[in-house]
């Protein structure tokens, strides 16, 4: 809609040239206005148009208005001639800028926000941090950019110079034109080609400064989100916390590199010409300064109101990159289920509210930027007409009236980039606001500090004394009461029971994903909250899951994973002891079998085994097997059980199942139910009781024999 209205604007300006040539007429001795008339014999009329932009074809007919008036110091043949063409461009702009500002916001691709209320706050402190190691290159930046816009300055008035030359020799006609006009036009050429270098310079330094300032802001934002505990990602979708380290940092960047550039440029620049107005024309200036305080007061209000509607934009943004994420995270399961269609109208939901918001936001923007224009371009209006009358008084040169023109168009142009820079600068700042929200985010488990057991003398004894637990996204729902249970060093304890009684937040609690709500977890007699985490979960406990996710990469680096300075040789050797050498050896590329993502291109016996290796390579004391081989067929799990019983050897091992015929050979059977141990004791001893184990062995068998 609007490019189509910016082409029809095109070439209503281009196709009817003449048109805007032709806004004025001379009857008799007066100047008269008239929108489509071409006065044939008129020596103030050529055939062809002014060249230059609508404010410098104004002065042209200014110029040849003055020159050719029988009364030059007619007040009304100026004014009227002067009003025509100032409309014009005024009613150009406004539209111009609507139709900029529509496409500018329509098409926003704003990032993503994750905390809904309150609003993030922006911490300065923190893009501090990120600034001053490019200060140096930053405020040569910033020096060249206000160079720039100093000798942006400059132009209006040495313009001036050149059109009163021009003047003079019109006037007096005496010796040669180009020896005139040489000395002011090699002046400005000189002005052209030094403020053409610094913004060369000034660019080129800032994209160093913003890409430099990004990808620590990346780097920083992915450490804080790794450092984050479990129930962090408990709360927040993946697609949103990647959205921040991509389009909110992207945002970011080209807010803070337009604020700086732009910014500082139109900020200098609006107050360098403002001061050089003063002194061509006090009078002229006046006017121009008294609507610029409402223009402000309304910017402020409207621009608060915008910042919500961008929040809520971005929001909605994100909801729809979630659903789309996790479609196609899923898309086995999606297709496997035929809700391709469904996946396709939730996410079209989204993305329909999302437009919608979008479209009020730049609707909103645009208006604000619409009148915004409109008052900018009364401004210029007012002192084009004011202008024509202190020409026509002889209160001012024709060089002065080119400069002031030349000067508030630089005022306007630089306010109305000012007033663009906004929208950008509401995104910016709540893109920033929400990665900063990240960054400064404390885990509640810290990884690193803590103490050590040394490695001869831990045993392995894991004892869970009274402890309560409730997940902090259901604070509500205990899923363990007053539990406590003991694991002797190198003896394998198995935990069985009803689904959701609570079994894997066991192993989580002994992991330290979590920390109870009440109670303690202890090792050897510490509770663990005291242990240095980091050597907790990366030497002293092995954790194989019942879906083991594999990394993109080959057989050798994922097994690796488990202890990244492991030789080749203990690589291979944990293999052999997790039953996965012969397989893998059959690969072509052995080893360096890329195993695609999430091993997506192994059968799901062949994962688990690579993922015993990888638990195995670091040798842990304790081994947590959470119905490690519940998901595979009989055959796979034949293979996965001899080398989880050769693995466990020497070990404390927690095991929790589903099958009842994997764990009989445990040291202690413990029967879950509602988040408490119901009954305990070896395999035969729960089947002498007769109670609950008895129960789901019968029942376990009953189903086998269906
Ligand atoms: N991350 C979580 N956030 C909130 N609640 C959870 C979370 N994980 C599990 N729960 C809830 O905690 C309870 C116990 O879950 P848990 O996974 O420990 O049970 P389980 O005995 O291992 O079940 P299953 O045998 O089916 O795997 C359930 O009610 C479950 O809904």
């Known amino acids: ?62 110029q040849r208005a003055i020159r050719h008036s029988p009364s030059r110091t007619s007040k009304s043949a100026g004014l009227k001639f002067i009003l025509g063409p100032a409309v014009f461009s ?24 994750i905390t809904k209320d309150p609003v993030p706050e922006f911490k300065w402190h923190i893009l501090w941090k990120f600034v001053r190691p490019q200060l140096f290159a930053l405020v040569c930046a910033v020096v060249l950019a206000f160079g720039a816009a100093i000798l942006n300055i400059q132009i209006p008035l040495m313009l001036g110079d050149l059109v009163n030359v021009v003047a003079r020799y019109l006037r007096e006609n005496t010796g040669s034109y180009v020896n005139e006009i040489k ?55 993946t697609g949103q916390l990647v959205n921040r380290l991509t389009a909110d940092i992207q945002e970011f960047k080209s807010s803070f590199k337009l604020v700086i550039s732009q910014g500082l440029r139109s900020i200098t620049q609006t107050v360098g010409c403002f001061v050089s107005l003063y ?66 109208q939730l996410y079209s939901n989204e993305v329909d509210k999302s437009c919608e918001m979008n479209e009020n936001l730049g609707g909103g923007i645009a208006v604000f930027q619409g009148l915004s224009n ?56 709540s893109s920033g606001a929400r990665v900063f929200e990240y960054l400064s985010l404390q885990p509640t488990i810290p990884l690193s500090g803590g103490g050590r057991i040394p490695y001869h003398s831990l045993t392995g004894r894991v004892d869970f004394m009274n402890v309560s637990f409730s997940y902090p996204t259901r604070p509500g729902h205990e899923v363990l009461k007053k539990f406590s249970l003991s694991l002797p060093p190198c003896k394998t304890v198995a935990i069985v029971g009803e689904s959701g009684g609570g079994k894997s937040t066991v192993a989580s609690l002994l992991e330290r994903f979590y920390d109870p709500t009440s109670g303690v977890v202890m090792l050897d007699g510490l509770d663990i909250r005291t242990l240095d985490l980091a050597w907790l979960r990366g030497q002293v406990i092995g954790f194989i899951n019942q879906e083991p996710v594999l990394f993109g ?12 300075d492991a030789t080749d040789a203990e690589v291979i050797s944990a293999a052999k002891q997790a039953n996965a050498h012969r397989f893998i050896s059959s690969f072509p590329d052995g080893y360096n079998t890329m195993v695609g993502e999430r091993g997506v291109t192994l059968s799901g016996g062949q994962k688990q085994r690579i993922a015993i290796a990888r638990a195995l390579i670091k040798n842990p004391s304790i081994l947590v097997l959470d119905e490690a081989t519940s998901a595979l067929d009989a055959e796979s799990e ?30 202690l059977i413990c029967v879950m139910s509602n988040g408490r141990i119901v009954e305990a004791g ?18 376990q068998r009953a189903e086998g024999q269906k």
Request: proline fraction near 3%; glycine fraction near 8%; charge should be positive.
């Open 1 to 62: 809609m609007s490019q189509l209205l910016c082409s029809r604007l095109c070439v209503t300006s281009h196709s009817r040239p003449l048109s805007f040539y032709s806004l004025c007429r001379k009857t008799g001795d007066k100047w008269k206005l008239s929108r489509w008339y071409i006065p044939r014999n008129s020596h103030a009329h050529s055939s062809n148009p002014p060249p230059g932009n609508a404010l410098q074809r104004i002065w042209s007919l200014t």
């Open 90 to 113: 005024v009613s150009a702009r406004l539209f111009c800028s609507v139709a900029r500002c529509e496409a500018d916001y329509n098409n926003n691709t704003p990032g993503e926000v």
């Open 183 to 237: 000395g002011p036009a090699m002046k400005l050429l000189g002005l052209y080609g030094i403020q053409g270098l610094l913004t060369t310079g000034y660019i080129i330094l800032l994209s160093r400064v913003g890409e430099r300032v990004a990808a620590d802001m990346r780097k920083s934002l992915f450490a804080s989100l790794l450092r984050q505990d479990v129930a962090f990602f408990d709360a927040n979708k």
């Open 279 to 344: 002194v061509i024309s006090p009078k002229l200036t006046g006017l121009t300064v008294v609507v610029l305080p409402c223009l402000v007061g309304a910017g402020a209000l409207i621009g608060s109101f915008l910042r919500k509607l961008s929040r809520l934009a971005q929001e909605q943004v994100a909801k729809a990159t979630g659903v789309a994420d996790e479609a196609l995270g899923n898309v086995r399961t999606v297709k496997a289920f035929a809700m391709e269609e469904r996946e396709l």
């Open 374 to 429: 409109v008052a900018l371009n009364c401004i210029v209006l007012g002192t084009i007409f004011a202008g024509g009358t202190l020409i026509s008084s002889n209160e001012m040169s024709p060089g002065d009236l080119m400069s002031f023109l030349v000067a508030s168009q630089t005022v306007q142009r630089s306010l109305a980039s000012i007033s663009i820079l906004f929208g950008q600068v509401v995104r910016g700042i």
């Open 553 to 564: 990469s080959s057989v050798m680096e994922n097994i690796r994973f488990g202890k990244p």
């Open 638 to 667: 034949r293979v996965v059980q001899e080398a989880l019983d050769r693995a466990t050897r020497g070990r404390t091992v927690l095991i929790i199942a589903h099958r009842l015929s994997t764990i009989q050979g445990a040291d």
């Open 682 to 699: 070896t395999h035969l001893e729960l089947l002498s009781k007769g109670g609950l184990y008895s129960d789901l062995i019968r029942r």
